[in-house]
């Protein structure tokens, strides 16, 4: 096995999303790309999963029950630990205002749904690489 497949197993994503569907689809989509995972629901659960994996990147869905994801990505930007982590926002919200305010909140980039998944596996890529 050669070196950059060994890096990227080695790479952990949370992925947040409350629906099951996107869930299982984003981790098959992953794991296909050798990506270590775990899933969270809504923004409380998120925060919980982020501070015990500790992920190298969050794949975050604006619109979850009980806390938003645009609140979820406020909190984990006020924690030391996640200053530098890259949180893509994954998102019906597509608008031109909706995508700005991804980016101000914290959000590191954002992918319309329905996405095309090369298009995410590339701004994923992107993203660790700059870590």
């Given amino acids: 096995?050669?070196?950059?497949?060994?890096?990227?197993?080695?790479?952990?994503?949370?992925?947040?999303?409350?629906?099951?569907?996107?869930q299982m689809l984003l981790g098959r989509l992953l794991k296909r790309a050798g990506y270590q995972m775990l899933f969270a629901g809504d923004g409380q659960t998120a925060l919980l999963q982020a501070q015990r994996?500790?992920?190298?990147?969050?794949?975050?869905?604006?619109?979850?029950?009980?806390?938003?994801?645009?609140?979820?990505?406020?909190?984990?930007?006020?924690?030391?630990?996640?200053?530098g982590t890259p949180i893509i926002a994954v998102t019906a919200h597509v608008s031109s205002a909706e995508k700005e305010r991804a980016i101000a909140v914290g959000?590191?980039?954002h992918i319309g749904k329905p996405f095309d998944p090369e298009i995410l596996l590339r701004s994923i890529a992107r993203l660790l690489l700059d870590l």
């Fill in 53 to 83: 994996f500790h992920p190298d990147l969050i794949l975050m869905d604006l619109s979850l029950p009980d806390m938003s994801g645009w609140d979820a990505v406020k909190l984990l930007r006020q924690m030391d630990e996640f200053q």
């Fill in 107 to 109: 959000c590191s980039a």
């Fill in 1 to 22: 096995m050669d070196t950059l497949t060994n890096d990227k197993q080695q790479q952990r994503i949370l992925v947040v999303d409350d629906s099951e569907d996107v």
